[in-house]
């Protein structure tokens, strides 16, 4: 398996609040993603990173922000939750020279 | 706009049933087609990548193959263990021809073997 792991597994929290999640990797890898994945919409991009504190939006990023201050972790921060962002949260890593992208356990995260 | 369809979204099979599942996609210049297995509550676990038309890749009663427009997940004598969702994606194109990385997924197509 990919070192990769997120953190918390499952999260419940109300609307309104401010949520981070982070993923963390051992595996040295410069490109990191985030993405969501809802029945009907499949996996689509949140953000994503290209290096340490550079970082770029994907197709769903409103409501969104990330940091990424050093190679091994990104995190997803939900400023304000909302219920539309109850979903499973998935960070991937990629290398160097492929784009096969490896993706953590995942985070459930529930709004209410 | 780069898209990739995958079909058919739910497909059921009896233990040694042999079937394909399809990927196609709509893409310029294509950099690579990944496909992915998702069990549930998991996240994807990379099986193959293919680059070229005509390359076909193996593993276990898996095997994928590349055509210009399109991509087949072929399951040999499947066994209730290879029930899961699976998952291709291709690269995007972006500005300057840089992707970096960044993937567009099918919808996936959910496989039950029964026994």
């Known amino acids: 398996d990919a070192g990769i792991t997120q953190s918390p597994r499952h999260k419940v929290t109300e609307t309104g609040t401010p949520v981070t999640l982070r993923c963390h990797q051992t595996?040295?890898?410069?490109?990191m993603y985030w993405y969501r994945q809802d029945p009907g919409h499949g996996l689509r991009l949140i953000h994503y990173?290209?290096?340490?504190?550079?970082?770029d939006k994907g197709e769903v990023s409103d409501g969104y922000s990330v940091s990424r201050s050093k190679t091994e972790d990104f995190l997803l921060t939900l400023e304000s939750a909302t219920s539309s962002q109850t979903s499973v949260y998935f960070c991937?890593?990629?290398?160097?020279?492929?784009?096969?992208?490896?993706f953590g356990p995942g985070t459930r995260l529930t709004v209410l | 706009e780069d898209q990739v369809t995958q079909s058919p979204e739910a497909l059921r099979l009896q233990e040694g049933e042999s079937s394909s599942l399809n990927c196609s996609y709509t893409?310029?210049?294509?950099?690579?087609l990944f496909w992915y297995r998702q069990d549930p509550g998991k996240g994807p676990e990379f099986l193959f990548t293919l680059y070229s038309a005509g390359e076909e890749k193996e593993k276990e009663r898996l095997k994928a193959t590349l055509t210009k427009k399109e991509s087949f997940l072929h399951i040999t004598a499947p066994k209730p263990e290879d029930s899961a969702t699976y998952l291709c994606?291709?690269?995007?194109?972006?500005?300057?021809?840089?992707?970096?990385?960044?993937?567009?997924f099918g919808q996936g197509t959910i496989l039950t073997v029964h026994p």
């Open positions: 991937a890593i990629g290398g160097q020279n492929t784009d096969t992208q490896y």
């Open positions: 994606a291709v690269p995007r194109r972006g500005a300057g021809g840089t992707s970096y990385g960044k993937l567009t």
């Open positions: 990173s290209y290096g340490v504190k550079d970082t």
């Open positions: 893409v310029s210049g294509l950099r690579g």
């Open positions: 595996e040295n890898h410069r490109y």
